[in-house]
C-alpha cells in the first residue's frame, strides 16, 4: 500500500515479472486492487495485493471494503515516495492502515520502504533516510515495524524485498543447517540460495569458524555480456573461468588465507538498509568497515547483476543455466540446486577445482528437494 505514484507497481514488476528498471516509466497506474499469485518455491503461493493510492481507493479500503483488504494479512508493505509533497495525508492514511491491521490481522509483519531514494543526492541521502525513519517510527507508535531506504536502480530494492518474503518461509533454519553442511564438505567460505525467479535470498550458511586469519570480502564481479565473452557456449551453459588451479585437499578451515579482494563495483551503489553493522563516528558519518568483514551487501548485488545478466542472455536469444569464475583471489559457482532455486558457491582456496564444487551440488539436489517438500508442506 501507499501513495498513488510513490513506486509500488513499479517494484512488483522489477521483482516478480522480471521486468528492467528501464522498462518500469510505462507502468499505468493501479486502478482499485491488483491481485497477483506468485509462485514462490515451486508450490509456495504468494497471494499479493498491489492496492492503488489514490485518494478515492484508499477511502475505500479503510471504510467499505476494510474487513476484505486487512483480513488474513501476513505481511503490509507500506511505500512512502521519499520526495513526497503530501507526507501528511500519506501519514494519516498510513495510521488508519495501522489502525485496520490490528483490528483485523493483528500478528501480521510491517515493512515501511522509503522509496525512490536515488532522487536525493548522494550525500544527503543517510540525513534525509534518517529523518524519515525516526519519523515513521514514532508515527507507528507500539507497532513494530522494519523499515528500508530502497530505488529500482540499485540492491536496495532486493535487501528489503529478501527480508519480506523470508519471514513468509517456513522452516529457513533447516536450510540454513544443511547449507553450512554444504559448505563445509565444498570447504566454501560462503553458500547463499536464491530463489529461482525473482533471484531474491532464500537462506545463507552460517560463518565458517574463526581462525587467525578471517576470510576476506567478497564483492560479486561485474559479469560480461553473454556475446563478447570467450566463456559463453552454444549448449547455454555460460562458464567463466580464469586461470586454472591444481586440485587438491578440501578444508574449510585450514586454507589459505587469499589476499584481498577489490570490489569492482562502483562506490556510489547505495545501501540504506537499517544495517546495526555500520559503525559511526562522533558526528554520525560511517566509519571504514573492517576489510575482514563481508560485504553487507553482496547478496542483493548478487541479486541484482545475475538478473541483469539474464535480460542480457534474452536479448541475444540465450539462456542462462549457470555461471563459474575462477578469479586470483577466489573462485564461485552459480548452479541450479533444485528446480526452484539456485545455490552460490564462493571459495577461497585456490586449490579447490570448479569441478569438484559442481559434483558437490549435484550430490546435494536430493536432499534439497526433499527438504524444500517438507518447507512447503510445514
Same mark, same amino acid.
Given at each position: ?11 512488483? *514488476? ?8 528501464? !522498462? ?9 486492487? /491488483? ?11 504468494? @497471494? ?10 484508499? =477511502?475505500?479500503?479503510? *471504510? ?21 509533497? +503530501? ?8 495510521? =488508519? %492502515? ?10 501480521? &509483519?510491517?515493512?515501511?520502504?522509503? #522509496?525512490?531514494?536515488?532522487? $536525493? ?13 525516526? /519519523? ?29 518474503? #523470508?519471514?513468509?518461509?517456513? @522452516? ?13 564438505? %565444498? ?17 545463507? *550458511? ?6 587467525? /586469519? ?12 553473454? +556475446? ?5 557456449? *552454444?549448449?547455454?551453459? +555460460?562458464?567463466? &573461468? ?25 562506490? &556510489? ?11 559511526? =563516528? ?9 576489510? #575482514?568483514?563481508? =560485504? ?16 542480457? %542472455? ?12 575462477? !578469479? ?15 545455490? !552460490? $558457491?564462493?571459495? #577461497? @582456496? ?24 517438507? +518447507?512447503?508442506?510445514?
Amino acid at each position: 500500500m501507499g501513495a498513488s505514484g510513490s513506486g509500488k507497481t513499479s517494484m512488483r *514488476s522489477l521483482i516478480f515479472s522480471n521486468n528492467p528498471a528501464s !522498462l518500469t516509466s510505462r507502468l499505468g497506474a493501479t486502478i482499485d486492487v /491488483e491481485q497477483n499469485h506468485v509462485r514462490f518455491l515451486g508450490d509456495l503461493i504468494l @497471494n499479493l495485493w498491489d492496492c492503488g493510492g489514490q485518494d478515492a481507493f484508499m =477511502d475505500s479500503y479503510l *471504510s467499505t471494503q476494510q474487513s476484505t483488504i486487512f483480513s488474513h494479512v501476513g505481511v503490509l508493505i507500506y511505500v512512502f515516495e521519499v520526495m513526497s509533497q +503530501n507526507m501528511q495525508k500519506d501519514l494519516e492514511y498510513y495510521t =488508519d %492502515c495501522l489502525k485496520a491491521l490490528r483490528k483485523y490481522s493483528p500478528e501480521a &509483519s510491517v515493512f515501511l520502504l522509503v #522509496h525512490k531514494m536515488d532522487l $536525493v543526492r548522494a550525500p544527503q541521502r543517510r540525513t534525509v533516510l534518517d529523518k524519515k525513519m525516526r /519519523e515513521l517510527k514514532q508515527v507507528s507508535g507500539e507497532m513494530a515495524v522494519t523499515l528500508f531506504g530502497t530505488s529500482i536502480y540499485d540492491e536496495t530494492l532486493y535487501k528489503a524485498w529478501s527480508n519480506i518474503v #523470508h519471514t513468509l518461509i517456513p @522452516n529457513v533454519s533447516i536450510l540454513t543447517k544443511h547449507l553450512t553442511t554444504l559448505a563445509d564438505a %565444498c570447504s566454501a567460505t560462503e553458500v547463499v540460495l536464491f530463489e529461482r525467479t525473482t533471484f531474491l535470498v532464500i537462506a545463507t *550458511s552460517a560463518p565458517p569458524p574463526t581462525t587467525t /586469519e578471517p576470510p576476506q570480502p567478497i564483492s560479486p564481479p561485474t559479469v560480461p555480456s553473454p +556475446n563478447t565473452s570467450e566463456g559463453s557456449t *552454444s549448449s547455454h551453459r +555460460n562458464a567463466f &573461468s580464469g586461470s586454472s588451479t591444481p586440485f587438491g585437499p578440501t578444508s574449510r578451515t585450514t586454507s589459505p588465507p587469499p589476499p584481498p579482494v577489490t570490489s569492482p563495483l562502483s562506490s &556510489s551503489t547505495l545501501d540504506f538498509s537499517d544495517d546495526q553493522s555500520v559503525t559511526q =563516528d562522533a558526528n554520525g558519518d560511517p566509519t571504514p568497515s573492517d576489510p #575482514h568483514q563481508l =560485504d553487507a551487501t553482496r547478496y542483493e548485488r548478487t541479486s541484482e547483476l545475475i538478473k541483469a545478466f539474464k535480460h542480457t %542472455c534474452a536479448r541475444v536469444r540465450d539462456e542462462f543455466h549457470t555461471l563459474e569464475m575462477e !578469479l586470483a583471489d577466489f573462485t564461485a559457482v552459480l548452479d541450479e540446486l533444485t528446480k526452484n532455486t539456485y545455490v !552460490l $558457491v564462493v571459495v #577461497h @582456496n585456490p586449490t579447490i577445482e570448479t569441478a569438484a564444487l559442481r559434483m558437490n551440488i549435484r550430490l546435494a539436489r536430493k536432499k534439497f528437494e526433499e527438504i524444500q517438500g517438507d +518447507n512447503v508442506v510445514a
